[in-house]
């Protein structure tokens, strides 16, 4: 059985205390809990054992940190995102059309989780670049130029945003800094900037006026309460496994803020 350590209570624990935790776990390299401890946001652990997963509740609870184990099969799954492209802000509903033009309403009530915040993303990079190479001309070799493409990996920070709806039946999501976006924000009118954390905080902050059932991940929630976009994430694991626990707390009647 494979389980997750799901956070109990709407504040994280800090690093130190999920430090320690990891080093209790049997099994658990050093390495090991660093990679994992990067990525612990509400679903503090998963694909542990059962020993291991109460090995790790036991030693948060020490340090006064509230968890459940679960079986990774109860957690919610996040279906395919759709795109956002164009929204219109209603009284009714979240207007929402595609590049076809073609709309449909997303009621206000529906909504249960807003999440948005600045997270590392791995990105592929695709150049055509001109290399030099032995090319074999019967019993001879000869050097020539040839132009291949080729792929290097980078990690650069990205603003993203989901919206989903009650039981994750329908997950909408948007790509703040990227060319497409500046579609989305035509809702925002004059207040539209060039700036993708600016106008995802505008953005926010209008969802929130009309959400009232929504809940908020850490990024969206000092986007709403403060206009402040500066909370980080270290990885996009770490962004959807925030989006996964709430999802869980909200299913199990701990709906936090």
Known sequence: MSCAVMQTDP?????????NAFAQVPELTAMDAAILGRNAFGVL??????????????????????????????????????????????????RIEDLLGRSFPLEWNNISVIAAGRA?????????????????????????????????EEQNDHWL??????????RC??????????????????????DPAGNLTL????????????????GAFFMRENGDASFSYPSQTAFYREITWLLWMVSSGRVPR
């Not at 953005?203 to 850490?218: I, M």
């Open 203 to 218: 953005f926010v902050q209008e969802l929130a006026k009309f959400a009232p059932a929504a809940v908020f991940n850490h």
């Open 161 to 170: 945003l989901e919206i989903i709806t009650g039981g994750a039946a329908l």
């Open 45 to 94: 652990a998963k694909g542990f054992d059962l020993a291991q997963a109460s090995a790790m509740q036991a030693a948060l609870a020490a340090q006064g940190v509230g968890t459940e184990v679960v079986e990774e099969a109860a957690l919610t799954e996040l279906p395919a995102p759709r795109q956002l492209t164009k929204v219109e802000f209603t009284p009714e509903a979240l």
């Open 11 to 19: 504040d994280p624990p800090s690093a130190d205390q999920i430090k």
């Open 120 to 152: 590392r993303l791995v990105d592929f990079k695709t150049e055509m670049v001109e290399r030099l190479r032995a090319v074999s001309e019967g019993r001879h070799f000869t050097m020539k130029l040839v132009t291949q493409a080729e792929t290097t």
């Open 173 to 194: 999501r948007a790509m703040a800094d990227q060319p497409e976006a500046m579609l989305l924000f035509q809702c925002l009118g004059e207040r539209r900037g060039r």
